[in-house]
């Protein structure tokens, strides 16, 4: 699911060409923090899309679903009540069962998912699949209400169409994606031929996946609570379960005739201290080992950007006829470059790690992407740098130079003859994607937003493309509080607009309305879509004079 977010974001910043996504959130925890989040996400998507997707914010349609087994009931809570096993011969059903799962695996409660359990986790998914297609085929009411079933619906449309492509992302140490990936394809593609009656064509199915290995840790569990809930995550061992993982992987046939591409995402750095970093934006020292529920809410990393942009790519910038030819699965990866410190290797971004190959666009077209006056080829890395500069800029003017109300920006730009519409659900979408983006403030402390936590996730780096852009604007919590804002406008082209020192906010306001007026005319009753194509110009035309990509 934190790949997921990224993938949303990746849409809302204008990076995915495609037209159309379905997205398909797969939890086994129906209270988990993430998965909350996530939803949210997404209702602001919808509430924001343009539908065009040709390089727009908030650009691609996404139709959005959710599959979560039920295992609240009495009688699914447990591996051995859903397997049945004290029906018929319970003693021979408990030897059988015993030779695969220890007794701990057998009986903890399911309500928070698998718990890196994934021998039980594959066998549990892929039944959870099936038997909630069959149940939709056959009655009305089910297939209704059953949101897997549209969605495997959606892939067998595609499929008669003449192609479907799809997409997993999970790991190799958790619990629901690191069970899913390797029945996943094999899931779908099975749920598929029920609903169709076995007219399916495997060879106009084209699946790939993003394989995430260990990236973050936190502490071991204590004994008494190891003892209270049978089975619990324990971070030390996951780069056990992914080795295993990996090792099955590229040994599997039915894996490997059936997925066309793994794109294996490792962060061979310093990993993410999940216990230090809670601590740092809370004050929760406990470093108590969550299982799942509402509390469990991890940062967004790094890693996980690039997790969705290998999705772009699997999706978009490989031609058919390539994927034809994968016969057994192939593996990409992409190395970082890094800096050593003593002992230490600190990862060195830069945007084309998220992103290559060009794009030939005029600058200030109506695609929103800007390349050169003579439309000569640009790179999509540097795209992705202005985009996520704009992104955030925009989402830090609302926070901070309009105290959270978006409609004052809107209000400003009224004052200049430019007249955007957006009612009241869109401009309260704005309101709460700027501060899932940047940062959420209370009396208390300052959480960080999505950008902000990527930061932080990799210790504060100084070094690297991907966080250049927005620079000391990241630093949310190191200063009491009040993030600073990047200073796009300070050197600008006209000499009129430049500020020594840190802005107000009244000259923040008024630089980024002279800066407005120099590159889109006066408008009346525009859409929020002219409002995102004429922020995009904006932002592309100034912060390209202030930094220009490496």
């Not at 349609?61 to 004290?86: A, C, G, M, W």
């Not at 200049?416 to 401009?427: G, T």
């Not at 990241?474 to 600008?492: P, S, Y």
Request: glycine share 8%; with cysteine; charged share 25%.
């Amino acid at each position: 699911m934190r790949c997921l977010q990224s993938f949303l974001n990746m849409c809302a910043m204008g990076m995915y060409s495609g037209e159309s996504v379905d997205i398909l959130l797969l939890e086994t925890d129906i209270e988990n923090g993430d998965k909350k989040n996530s939803e949210n996400l997404y209702n602001w998507y919808k509430t924001l899309t343009t539908g065009n997707g040709k390089g727009e914010y908030f650009g691609p349609h996404i139709n959005f679903y959710t599959f979560v087994p039920d295992y609240s009931k009495d009688n699914q809570r447990r591996f051995t009540l859903i397997s049945r096993l004290e029906s018929g011969d319970a003693h021979v059903n408990r030897m059988l069962s015993d030779l695969f799962y220890e007794e701990g695996v057998q009986e903890f409660d399911l309500m928070h998912g698998f718990r890196a359990q994934t021998h039980v986790g594959s066998y549990l998914m892929y039944h959870a699949f099936i038997e909630e297609i069959r149940a939709a085929v056959s009655s009305d009411i089910i297939r209704n209400k059953s949101q897997l079933y549209q969605f495997i619906n959606s892939i067998k449309t595609q499929n008669t169409n003449g192609e479907a492509r799809i997409f997993v992302l999970g790991s190799t140490f958790g619990g629901t994606g690191a069970s899913s990936i390797p029945v996943m394809a094999r899931a779908i593609s099975d749920a598929a031929k029920v609903i169709s009656g076995g007219m399916i064509q495997m060879e106009n199915m084209y699946f790939g996946a993003v394989i995430l290995t260990p990236y973050f840790s936190f502490k071991s569990p204590s004994k008494e609570h190891k003892k209270a809930e049978k089975v619990i995550a324990d971070s030390q061992f996951f780069a056990h379960n992914s080795a295993a993982a990996l090792m099955y992987y590229i040994k599997d046939n039915t894996i490997l005739s059936t997925y066309k591409r793994f794109y294996m995402m490792g962060w061979p750095f310093k990993s993410l201290d999940m216990d230090k970093y809670k601590a740092m934006i809370s004050g929760d020292n406990s470093g108590k080992t969550i299982t799942g529920g509402k509390s469990q809410e991890n940062p967004a990393h790094p890693v996980e950007l690039m997790g969705a942009f290998a999705a772009e790519h699997f999706f978009n910038t490989t031609e058919k006829n390539v994927l034809k030819e994968i016969y057994s699965t192939e593996v990409k990866f992409k190395a970082i470059e890094y800096e050593a410190k003593g002992e230490e290797k600190s990862a060195y971004l830069h945007f084309d790690d998220l992103i290559d190959g060009e794009y030939n666009a005029k600058a200030g077209d109506s695609s929103g992407k800007s390349g050169d006056e003579k439309g000569n080829k640009q790179k999509y890395a540097d795209l992705a740098g202005w985009n996520i500069t704009g992104m955030y800029y925009l989402n830090l003017l609302t926070q901070q130079v309009y105290g959270g109300d978006f409609g004052g920006m809107l209000r400003n730009l009224s004052r200049y003859n430019y007249d955007y519409s957006f009612n009241q659900e869109e401009l309260e979408a704005m309101n709460k994607y700027a501060q899932y983006f940047t940062y959420l403030k209370d009396d208390k402390n300052v959480k960080p937003g999505w950008l902000p936590q990527m930061y932080y996730s990799m210790d504060k780096p100084t070094n690297g493309e991907l966080f250049s852009y927005v620079g000391e604007a990241l630093d949310v919590l190191g200063t009491g509080g009040d993030a600073h804002r990047n200073k796009l406008f300070t050197k600008g082209k006209n000499k009129e607009m430049a500020v020594k020192g840190r802005p107000s906010l009244a000259q923040e306001a008024e630089m980024f309305m002279k800066a407005w007026t120099q590159v889109n005319k006066p408008v009346k009753k525009a859409t929020k879509k002219d409002f995102f194509l004429d922020f995009r110009k904006t932002i592309n035309t100034f912060s390209r004079v202030i930094h220009k990509p490496a």
